[in-house]
């Protein structure tokens, strides 16, 4: 079955850098676009990126543009988003997605926290 395993989230100080990860697992990753979405308190779910099946194509929410970089690697089925120059506003949980067969698979997600 389709599993997503987010890492690398925690707290960081504004204008500070993560490198988020997502393993994946249960399908032919190199097959697949993923995408990184996050979902802030009281709000919707939202895409901040995604990475086509090669990595040669690439796009960006306006919010992150600049400051976040989706990138994969597909032999070791795992999908990264580095966020550098961290804002308050970046604070939020951070879902790794793919969407197969039209099903939606989200991994259980982690927090960022971007505060002093």
């Known amino acids: 079955q389709v599993q997503l395993v987010e890492s690398g989230g925690g707290l960081v100080q504004p204008g500070g850098s993560l490198r988020l990860s997502c393993a994946a697992s249960g399908f032919t990753f190199s097959s697949y676009p993923m995408k990184w979405y996050r979902q802030a308190p009281g709000k919707e779910r939202e895409l901040v990126a995604a990475?086509?099946?090669?990595?040669?194509?690439?796009n960006y929410a306006d919010s992150v543009k600049g400051r976040f970089t989706i990138s994969r690697d597909n032999a070791k089925n795992r999908v990264y988003l580095q966020m550098n120059s961290l804002k308050p506003d970046d604070t939020a949980v951070y879902y790794c997605?793919?969407?197969?067969?039209?099903?939606?698979?989200w991994g259980q997600g982690t927090q960022v926290t971007v505060s002093l």
């Open positions: 990475i086509s099946p090669a990595g040669g194509s690439t």
């Open positions: 997605n793919v969407v197969r067969m039209r099903i939606d698979y």
